[in-house]
């Protein structure tokens, strides 16, 4: 019976070593409910500092000057020169064992670069334990107009890559879709 624990054991411990990363691609659409307005949510998306402050689990921020070579990052490109990428640096508290309280918790900090664009905003974070997160929020109309005088739908459409190693994937994205749906919630209520 021992040995069969400590197979087990040095099993796992082995399956967690193997750096195996992976990518989880997700485009996720929200309709703009009738009462909010499509133009103050792309300018609350633009409002970098209260857009970051939305998010649910960065408990601080601060803007720092950014590095040449990450105008050269295939994401953030834009399709013409547009406006110049914004470098913070996020505070986060991540919780590691549930229920633990303070001593199951992790403060991390880690860069993250947002640029705007005519639709919305860009957005890429490393983070440690080699997590890379990337996402374009961007406010739509759901379809081409017909009629000038028939009202227009619009959307706010989300598409975010993350990259990490296997075994955490399941917890960066169940946090991710947690975090993106509580900021779609506030930005819906700030532009009602």
Known sequence: MIHFKL????????????PWRVSNNRTVTT???????PETIRQL???????????????????VPTAPERYEDEWLQTAEAGPPIQTYVLSQVITMVPGASGWGQKHI???TWLRDTPTGVKT??????????????AVEPT???????????WRITVQRRI????????FVAYTYDEVHASVLRDLTELAS
């Open 7 to 18: 197979l087990t054991g040095l099993l796992v411990a082995s399956l967690l070593s193997i």
């Open 163 to 170: 990259t990490c190693v296997w075994w955490m994937m399941p």
């Open 45 to 63: 998306l633009q409002d970098q500092p209260l857009f970051i402050k939305l998010n649910p689990v960065v408990t601080g921020m601060s803007l």
């Open 124 to 137: 890429r974070a490393d983070a440690p334990f080699g997590v890379s997160v990337a996402s374009h929020w």
């Open 109 to 111: 900090q880690f860069e």
């Open 31 to 37: 309709i703009i409910p009738a009462l909010a307005d």
């Open 143 to 153: 379809a081409l107009l017909s009629d000038p005088q028939d009202p227009q739908d």
